[in-house]
């Protein structure tokens, strides 16, 4: 019993004890304080007070002496009683009890024994109950290793007939086996589904809004056979299907998932009670149903009757016996079971052998030129590494994927040593350890928990939470906690995160072995010092090796992902505790959580969060431990990535990635590319693996330089963030916070105060968010220094490419593109410097709208400037800072001075990456399309002496309409005089191209406005709505055929979604895409922390979302045509043996290359615009949504017909006019 319930009794006791009208004991604080505090007076005198409280400890030890006496009586095993302190009673001159009290105390004890007795009773009955509870959870530890038998086997038919033929055949065992039960089963299966479940399909809407429990349920079976619960899932199976309700969740492939597993234990019963379920449910048995009894038999070597049986009712079905080894996917050892149990049935079967495909080509007319074959103009390109040297990376690629993460060191400032950073850190180790034995402790129990739940044949987390070892999953929670930021972070987000690391986790796959061979035979297409029979693609010369293709795995539903992750943070929340010391130092040592659970609002809306103890925060400021622990899909590959095969086979070497990325649990996508017919991909898939084929190396210099600025305190200016130290604080003062409370603080101070608050802390948060990202990359920068590594790529739903590894490519900022070059390097030859000085100057943003010729010479003027920039970066003039892009402006600086300086610059190797930049690439593509003369002049698809400025251009038709609008009086054109520039309408025009609304553009323009320091604010709401609406009026008047083309897709993707579908298409290239843009559907999880609820946009069971649908099909469509055109020149590029990456409609090679990179991308834009792009769409989009007669004679089909009917018209633009186009991209 606690310390307090003994001293409340005591205390009773003791009062009782006293004559009547006799004050209290005096209770000591933290123990008898629930009873009196101590601040309670008495009128006894001091020495009185000290007499009463020697005595009442006497009375107190004596009644702990008497109850400690009873439990041994009553056979307690051991009893725990902590001392109490009793204060000696003074030997000289000090006051004795006297014996009068005693006696009265004999007398009082007598005349209140039934009192005593009914408080024994009462702790008798307590201990009991605590006796108890001991004992149930001793009961359920020993229970753990044994519930599994509580799991029920037979099945609850619906059917009564069928639950009679169950039970005769269960009392008829031993005359009627299993096998004879079976056969039975399979001759009386229906060849179709019942009527009911026939009838399902017709009614999509209560259809639809089922699909996502089945995948919940589907995947809840696949977690089970995983991890070896195989009686669960059938358990599982059997709850749901003897309730009509949740019968209808079922699926045939559920019912095969636990079928097969079930055969490969040989259990041939519980395959039976299985079949008898399939049966009952009016589903007929397929080949993956015959496949596992076969199996089964296999194992069990039975009877060869009962196997032909089987077959004869097999071939009855429909079901051929050779689609047995072609059509399943089985295993090696499967494939044998099955084998023999054919062969005791026919001796003389020889399965067939894998079907050799047909040769697979792509039909696109864009890709024919790639795949034609022995073309001696073909030169790909090898890396500059050898076979040795690149077998070792792999096997460092291989460690790193195995351990499943990694640890680097971080390039924070490394702190003294002081005693008070070594106290911190021991600190953390101990708080670290004990952690975790208590994470072990509430995994463990949570997954008892969960494991009654499903006992009781409900869906719980029990088999997610066994997919990965405790240790494994200790070491995901504490990395989280680690990296949680002082202001904490959204429980939602956590549970995310916390969800998809387990889920990528247990995708690991573990075929090493074999992967080591085929990897190695791979190289020798890749190395310097090998060579091949015949040069081909990598994806051609991995498919030659025979690998097999990977098996898929099914995404989880995110509401599966989200529930695992909220429960691991709930654990996480709950284990980890620290000592009260650590935030009071006077404190008792008394444990208070590390996370708290708080609500905030994020724009007008509350959220939960989890935020670290600022103890916390500050003990792990002060241990500053310097390692960063990463993903092993989060960090460049440190060998070259396996082809891409397939739209789920690619990348990294054992974890499987996404060819098409999309939101957790969205399976659109991904059905819609496995469809489609492999060979229409083959363009997508060679161009990714081409960008990913490319090896980089880190810039020394740069990031030297970048790390002097990021360990001492930032430079904002440069794209450097500054540390936490250099955050907003709070407002002092007359604006501190505190006076809000002062009554004497008006409402809108009080107003300005919390407006001055939230302004400070938004800047903290975001300069935290900054730094961190910054020092993510700069620590992987440090890391991967002197070293090559690769960056894997992959696609989003659009066709456009992106690295796969997020904190560290190319695709970053201008700081991290300076970090960056090409790890192989090739001599300038005679056009390299000029490309340099050519790129240089571009960085820096001048000379926009000067020749090439005219920006070589202001290189060349520049020169000392460019040397001393190199020379001395932070010491000398700086010019490299007023560059527009500053870091990529030094780096080539650096790359300059080493080029001129050399003996003989045409040799000097280069690994630098020079950029070419499409010009405003949307609107290139629009008046392409649209054959816009007029629009083409303006983005450079005509030849011209001098680059055209399209921002230029709208900025100066917008000040025409200002000045026409400022004579006839109107007062914001006349404000706006002297304000209209290229700057600020340059994001609008830029984006109007990509669907920016008038309220987004406004939102743009406000933006620029603000920054200039002249403008009157005051006007500026005003003047964003005047120049949005004469920014628009601009573009329609120069770009006529590019907006008539945007208002036909808008007008299309609209009609479309009011036929309740999404937006489909196919790309120039062959990629399907599809709209993810639906109805949100809201998604609650209940209980725990809190109850946390999303919205799903990517529900294909709920209506498109129109307005997501139109406003995205315009901007969607141009990316796809800019990722088709990216692609084609890559493969080309590729094909010409050129390094070659992108950063969408920017392109990257070596400086010698430029010339041959600029040539093939502007024939890829004429082949690819010479294609009836908008014709070939019109009559996509008929065939996949007006051609169904039951929906011809809707009203929406209808108006869509004609719509798609109705093509934009095409001007008289020449196309081949852009292959003499100097100004194209440059």
């Known amino acids: 019993m606690s310390a307090v319930r003994w001293g409340r009794g005591a205390a009773g006791f003791g009062r009782a004890l006293w004559p009547a009208g006799s004050p209290g004991l005096l209770a000591e604080e933290g123990a008898l304080g629930g009873v009196w505090s101590r601040k309670r007076s008495s009128t006894a005198s001091p020495c009185e007070q000290d007499r009463r409280k020697d005595w009442g400890h006497a009375e107190l030890l004596e009644v702990l002496k008497a109850r400690v006496r009873q439990l041994q009586a009553e056979g307690v095993a051991e009893v725990t009683v902590k001392r109490v302190a009793v204060a000696r009673a003074p030997e000289a001159g000090g006051a004795q009890p006297p014996r009068q009290a005693q006696a009265g105390a004999k007398g009082a004890a007598a005349t209140l024994s039934s009192r005593w007795a009914q408080k024994l009773d009462s702790d008798q009955q307590l201990m009991e109950k605590r006796k108890q509870r001991l004992e149930g959870k001793l009961q359920k530890r020993v229970e753990k290793g044994a519930w599994q038998k509580q799991l029920r086997l037979e099945p609850r038919l619906l059917s009564r007939k069928l639950a009679s033929q169950l039970q005769h055949w269960e009392q008829g065992a031993p005359r009627s086996p299993w096998e004879e039960q079976l056969a039975q089963l399979l001759q009386e299966a229906p060849h179709r589904l019942s009527s009911e479940a026939a009838a399902a399909p017709a009614d999509r809407g209560p259809e639809s809004r089922l699909e996502g429990q089945r995948q919940r349920l589907l995947s809840f079976f696949e977690c089970c056979l995983l991890t070896g619960h195989l009686p669960l899932a059938h358990h599982v199976l059997v709850t749901h299907h003897s309730k009509s309700q949740q019968q209808r969740l079922l699926t045939l492939s559920m ?393 789920h086979s690619g990348a990294f070497l054992l974890s499987p990635t996404k060819m098409m990325r999309s939101v957790e649990g969205s399976q659109q996508h991904q059905l819609l590319l496995e469809r489609c017919p492999p060979a229409e991909l083959h363009g997508a898939l060679d161009a990714l693996t081409q960008l990913g084929n490319c090896a980089w190396r880190v810039n020394g210099r740069v990031l030297d330089l970048v790390l002097e600025l990021f360990t001492d305190k930032g430079c904002p200016r440069l794209g450097v963030p500054a540390p936490p130290s250099e955050a907003p604080r709070p407002p002092e003062g007359r604006q501190a916070p505190k006076r809000c409370l002062l009554p004497e603080v008006s409402p809108a101070e009080k107003a300005e105060m919390r407006r001055e608050l939230a302004r400070r802390l938004k800047v903290a948060r975001e300069m935290q968010s900054l730094r961190a990202d910054a020092l993510y990359r700069l620590s992987l920068a440090q890391h991967l220094r002197h070293r090559v590594f690769w960056l894997p790529h992959n696609m989003d739903f659009r066709g456009r490419t992106y690295p796969c590894s997020p904190h560290f490519n190319h695709l970053g900022s201008d700081l991290a593109r300076a970090l960056l070059e090409f790890a192989q390097g090739r001599p300038l030859g005679p056009h390299g410097l000029n490309w340099l000085k050519i790129h240089l100057v571009n960085l820096t943003g001048l000379k926009k709208r000067e020749s090439l010729q005219a920006r070589r010479d202001y290189a060349d003027e520049l020169m000392e400037d460019i040397l001393d920039s190199a020379d001395r970066p932070m010491t000398g003039r700086k010019w490299w800072m007023e560059a527009d892009e500053p870091w990529q402006a030094l780096a080539c600086c650096m790359e300059v001075a080493r080029a001129v300086r050399a003996p003989d610059p045409t040799a000097y190797v280069s690994h630098f990456p020079v950029h070419q930049d499409g010009s405003c690439n949307g609107l290139q593509h629009y008046a392409a399309l649209g054959r816009d003369s007029v629009g083409a002049a303006s983005v450079n698809l005509l030849p011209s002496d001098l680059p055209q400025d399209v921002y230029s251009e709208v900025a100066a038709q917008v000040e025409v309409f200002r000045r026409q609008d400022a004579e006839q009086g109107v007062q914001v054109a006349q404000v706006l005089e002297g304000f209209i520039s290229r700057k600020v309408v340059k994001q609008t025009v830029m984006t109007v191209v990509y669907g920016v609304t008038r309220y987004g553009g406004r939102l743009q323009i406000e933006k620029r406005l603000r920054e200039i320091h002249d403008f009157p604010q005051d006007f500026v709401w005003e003047a964003s709505h005047y120049l949005v609406r004469q920014v628009f009026n601009s573009l329609q008047e120069m770009f006529s055929g590019t907006r008539s083309i945007q208002r036909w897709l808008t007008e299309s993707a609209r009609l479309i979604s009011h036929t309740g579908s999404a937006v489909e298409w196919v790309t120039p290239l062959g990629i399907p895409i599809i709209q993810p843009y639906h109805r949100d559907s809201k998604v609650m999880i209940k209980g725990g922390l809190q109850s946390l609820t999303f919205s799903s946009s990517v529900d294909t069971s709920q209506k498109p979302n129109t307005l997501k649908q139109k406003n995205g099909f315009p901007p969607n469509f141009i990316h796809s045509l800019d990722s088709s055109h990216m692609m084609l020149t890559a493969l080309h590029c590729y094909r010409k043996g050129l390094t070659f990456v992108s950063v969408h409609d920017c392109f990257w090679t070596h400086a010698a290359d430029v010339a041959v990179m600029n040539q093939v991308c502007r024939e890829q834009f004429v082949r690819l615009h010479s294609q009836p792009i908008l014709h070939n769409l019109s009559r996509f989009l008929i065939e996949r949504f007006c051609s169904d007669p039951r929906t011809s004679k809707s009203i929406w089909v209808s108006r869509l017909t004609d719509t798609l009917l109705s093509v934009p018209k095409t001007g008289t633009f020449n196309l081949e006019q852009v292959k003499h186009s100097t100004y194209f991209f440059s």
């Open 255 to 647: 019912y095969n998932m636990v079928m097969l597993g079930w055969a490969r234990q040989g259990s041939f019963k519980e395959l039976t009670y299985v079949f008898f379920m399939l049966k009952d449910a009016g589903l007929a048995p397929d080949l993956q149903s015959y496949a596992a009894a076969l199996q089964c038999m296999g194992r069990l070597d039975q009877d060869a009757g009962t196997i032909r049986r089987c077959l004869k009712q097999m071939a009855q079905d429909g079901l051929q016996l050779q689609g047995l080894f072609t059509a399943v996917p089985l295993s090696a050892e499967e494939r044998a079971e099955l084998l023999r149990a054919v062969r005791k049935a026919k001796p003389t079967f020889t399965p067939p052998r894998p079907p050799v495909p047909p040769p697979q080509v792509n039909t696109s007319p864009l890709l024919r030129e790639i795949y034609a074959k022995q073309d001696p103009a073909v030169s790909y390109p090898r890396l500059h590494l050898s076979l040795k040297e690149l077998q070792g990376l792999f096997q460092q690629q291989l460690r790193v994927e195995m351990a499943t993460t990694i640890t680097v060191e971080s390039v924070e400032k490394v702190p003294l040593l002081t005693k008070e950073v070594l106290h911190a850190r021991k600190t953390l180790a101990g708080l670290r350890t004990r952690w975790r034995t208590a994470l072990y402790r509430e995994l463990q129990e949570t997954k008892e928990s969960e494991a009654h739940a499903a006992r009781e044949g409900r869906l719980s987390l029990f088999p997610y939470l066994c997919l990965l070892s405790e240790k494994e999953i200790v070491r995901v929670l504490l990395q989280t906690l680690q990296a949680l930021p002082a202001q904490g972070e959204s429980l939602l987000f956590l549970a995310h995160e916390l969800g998809l690391r387990v889920f990528k986790r247990k995708q690991l796959r573990n075929e090493v072995q074999e992967l080591e061979q085929r990897y190695s035979k791979y190289l020798h297409l890749l190395a310097s010092d090998t060579q091949v029979a015949e040069p081909c693609l990598p994806r051609q010369h991995w498919e030659a090796l025979g690998v097999p293709e990977a098996p898929h795995e099914q995404p989880w539903p995110m509401s599966v992902v989200v529930q695992l992750g909220k429960q691991l943070a709930e654990v996480l929340v709950r284990a980890a505790q620290m000592p009260s010391s650590l935030a009071a130092p006077r404190s008792p040592g008394t444990l208070i959580p590390v996370l708290y659970h708080v609500y905030s609002f994020r724009s007008f809306r509350q959220i939960g969060i989890l935020k670290p103890h600022p103890a916390f925060t500050q003990l792990l400021e002060t241990a500053a431990e310097r390692t960063l622990t990463f993903e092993s899909t989060d960090v460049p590959m440190l060998c070259p990535p396996l082809p891409w095969t397939s739209p």
